[in-house]
């Protein structure tokens, strides 16, 4: 059957437009339930952001493309000609869904772009064919940012991810899983060490269930295990996605990403940030101008479930963080690679 | 009733002789559940030390004493004058127990350096003596640490502490917490961040619970958070305690604590250990030689009760780490205290 296969949960799965309804691989529940999330708002998409349904910055800005699809065909089913009367109100909703990952407002801007040359006809189609654009470039993006990255690791070394920067994060393949996929399939990585990434889990949930289908060899670890690693001299490089990247080259990703910069300058080891053009917000002159979403402490104070810490505590729940560009080895994009990055640099990079 | 008083759940009674018996406050299940487990074998004893119903080096250290202690009693019930043909594998379980906290041998060590002086008399009035002493300089040496290392804070700044370091883990009062307990009362400390340590979540769930108790302000943290937060300029110590430190200064603690210190570092913060001198082992010569325990896969694949990671996968879960001399800028023991620790300084420290 045709459905069953189109909505066939794998890691390259995890936004899927599918007999006009949008699907998301919930991410809430891997690896334990692999099981679709079926929308048809942008109400209910945004909200899906937000919870986390879906996240990674690229599929995030997939997920938006879509939304504004719900968006467009419920204002021209209430409002006709004049559907762009009634699109405002849910494309606001879809751009506050979550504030780091600039992907979502890229998109959103590129959707409303679109819109300007539409008439007063059903705006659907010509909405709908962007977004599957949007979702297409970002699937080749990821190919192109593999290669690229891949062709400058010099192997075989093993390495570290955080969080998850995979098929499940972008329209498929990954960023920097994407890169980890061509290094390995070059026969140059040995292993894939996923910090687990507290505290989403999302290392351990995502990463590691995506190698593993993938077939190649991944042990997750605590976050706070990737130092003593590092001290091993057995790590080559440290392989990260971005949520954005400032006009001047620091980087905002995942909390902990921080660290891990400092910790690879600190042993000597490279750190390459794979991450489609899409990520890059040249209208931020540095990292301190990225907003960073702080979540409920209760995300902190609990995991698998169960309360962890005592009553009446409080937590910080910073979840992501920003790396100074000097810090970076590189960024890796799809139009091709900055070392070492700068203002100039990324302005050359970007055109 | 006495009991009951002298049984009251609380930070300070960690490790209680009583009536005969070792009692354990289960630590396994704070703060959710504070209740006693009662041993009365050195058998049981080095079971719960391995299962980590009480934990930090100095505590397990204690409780191998009052563990000596149940096997001599069983020893002399057993074969009466000849009590230490039976008391050999009992002392080889608790040394068995875990590998990396000094303490356990060096208080398995002092009992047995008092057995020596025994004839064939009933040997547990005077190792009893023997224990209640190590215990009680342990919580003596809590104290002095305290003040000295509180004495080297200028404040108010705010602080990060990993894992627990705290009368739970130690004899009472605590080291990296009796520092953060005297320098708060000398006014030197605004707030305490508390990484949660995973995986056991020592600090979300001891620390935390240890510091409402003192009415210490507290925040808990992702392990992985804690760099951002020293980028921000408000802290201005690191204080952790240790498992073992090495001749030279090297220090073993907690999975993370070399990270800490890393950053620190880069980051301009002190880096403060405090240790009783029981944990500075001067038979290794450096770090290289502390043997680092490492504990089950399943520990770092599950959380809070529930699997987390794929079925299938890796993981390794060394559950400390070691923090070279260099980056470490104080430890602070009973005996005085250490600035940029060397193997010269240690040994005039040690004598």
Redesign the interface.
Known sequence: METSKALEPSPDNAVVWHEDRLYLLDQRYL??RASFLSLDTAAATAQAITDMVVRGAPAIGITAAYGVVLAARDAYRSRGADWRAAIELPLDLLAASRPTAVNLFWAIERMKHSMKGLGEQDPVPALLKEALAIHAEDRAANRTIGELGAALIEGPTDVITHCNAGALATGGYGTALGVIRSAHSAGCIGRV?A?????W?QG??LT??EL?HSGI?????????????M?TGRIGWVIVGSDRIAANGDVANK??T??LA??AR?HGIGFMVAAPTSTIDMCLESGADIPIEERDAGE???????????????????VF??TPASLVSLIVTERGVVETPTAVKMRALMG
């Open positions: 690896p334990e060490y910090d687990e990434t507290r505290p889990m351990s949930r590691a269930w593993l060899p991944v042990t997750v670890q605590t976050d706070s295990a990737a130092a003593g690693l001290a909390i902990g921080y660290a400092v910790l600190y902190v104070l609990a995991c698998g479930g169960s309360r962890i810490g005592p009553e009446g505590v409080a937590a910080r729940n910073p963080d920003v």
